[in-house]
């Protein structure tokens, strides 16, 4: 009798275990397939950097998304992910699954945000753009332009020009100077790129000159598919060593004294930006140019025109010789005035 009774008690707490073991694993596929529990469709959630899975189960269960915080490291060690997920803020929507949020959580797909670097822009613009940016984490909000490039690994540089214009895509977390890093990068890959591929026979030495010749044609290019042109005056000037006598070069050069006005006393100014009264380019960019801009300057359209004028409608009259395009500036600019000043061979 005692033996029955003892085997009795083995039969029963083996089929205890047995459906307890079933219903922990009913409990746990369930926990594992059934959406997590939101108020709303989608909320934020931050894994911080340093964060353990334990962490991140806890402050999932304390946020009420997940019942179980025990069941989310188990199904994370299951994965093999317990040590592999990556901080960032993320989106997680209402219809993830736990095992869902294990997947996002590996992957590290994070939610991005963008920033975008206007063609045009001065270096001292995307500054002040930065600064207003609400995601990037301000570092260098005091710093001075030295510091700022010292930062970047590149302190004997001027700025100007060196951020490629484009629209980047970057994580909650992001500094301004890691930010500034990889667009000035993105610039130096793209310019290489692009000198690597330049047109023959261009006055230019280096890929830097392309650099300052196309932050001029940026400036100047109203419309778009004139870029081309505009780089083929310019060349065609300095292949003649002519002056560039081109305006906005003027207004880099004025600084924060210009007022929206090009005097005569600008143009006979003494800056190394004067282009009217020094040849060849400047000493450095004027502004960010653009991907098109930059190309434009190492391959410029098949022309022979040297001069141009605007037409008020944001395109430009090119001319051959000084005549037409005196002809030009009185007709598009002075109402068939000649003009008092015009561009002349240096």
């Keep these: 009798m005692a033996i029955k009774a003892i085997k009795k008690i083995l039969y029963f707490v083996i089929l205890t275990g047995l459906l307890g073991s079933l219903f922990l694993g009913y409990q746990f596929k369930q926990f594992q397939t059934q959406p997590i529990q939101l108020d709303t469709e989608a909320v934020k959630f931050t894994i911080y950097s340093g964060n353990t899975i334990r962490q991140v189960a806890q402050n999932l269960a304390d946020k009420g998304y997940i019942l179980d915080p025990l069941m989310f490291i188990v199904l994370a060690r299951l994965n093999g992910s317990e040590s592999h997920i990556k901080a960032g803020e993320y989106e997680i929507r209402s219809f993830h699954t736990p095992e869902d949020l294990i997947r996002l959580f590996l992957k590290g797909n994070t939610i991005l945000y963008s920033f975008t670097i206007i063609e045009g822009w001065t270096f001292r613009q995307l500054l002040e753009a930065i600064k207003d940016d609400p995601v990037l984490i301000k570092t260098i909000s005091d710093a001075s332009v030295e ?11 001027h700025p100007e020009g060196l951020f490629l214009p484009d629209t980047y895509h970057f994580p909650r977390g992001t ?10 990068k993105t610039m130096q890959q793209l310019l290489q790129q692009e000198w690597s591929s330049r047109s023959a026979d261009l006055p230019l030495d280096s890929a830097y000159d392309a650099l300052i010749l196309a932050s001029i044609i940026e400036k100047e290019t109203g419309a778009g598919f004139e870029r081309p042109l ?22 880099y050069g004025l600084g924060d004294s210009f007022d929206g006005n090009i005097r005569l006393r600008d143009l006979r100014g003494d800056t190394p930006y004067n282009t009217y009264i020094h040849k060849g380019l400047p000493p450095t960019p004027i502004a ?25 409608d944001g395109t430009h009259y090119f001319s051959r010789t000084l005549d037409e395009h005196n002809e030009a ?16 061979p240096g």
């Design 329 to 344: 500036v009185s007709r598009y600019q002075l109402n068939g005035r000649k003009p008092k000043r015009s561009a002349e």
């Design 230 to 251: 505009i780089s083929a005056a310019f060349t065609q000037r300095l292949k003649k060593n002519m002056r560039l006598q081109t305006d906005p070069t003027i207004i």
């Design 175 to 184: 500094t301004d100077i890691s930010f500034l890093r990889r667009a000035y």
């Design 288 to 312: 960010l140019p653009g991907k098109l801009a930059i190309h434009s300057a190492l391959h410029p359209a098949d022309s022979d025109a040297i001069y141009f004028v605007s037409k008020g």
């Design 147 to 157: 510091e700022i490039m010292a930062q970047i690994s590149f302190a004997s540089e």
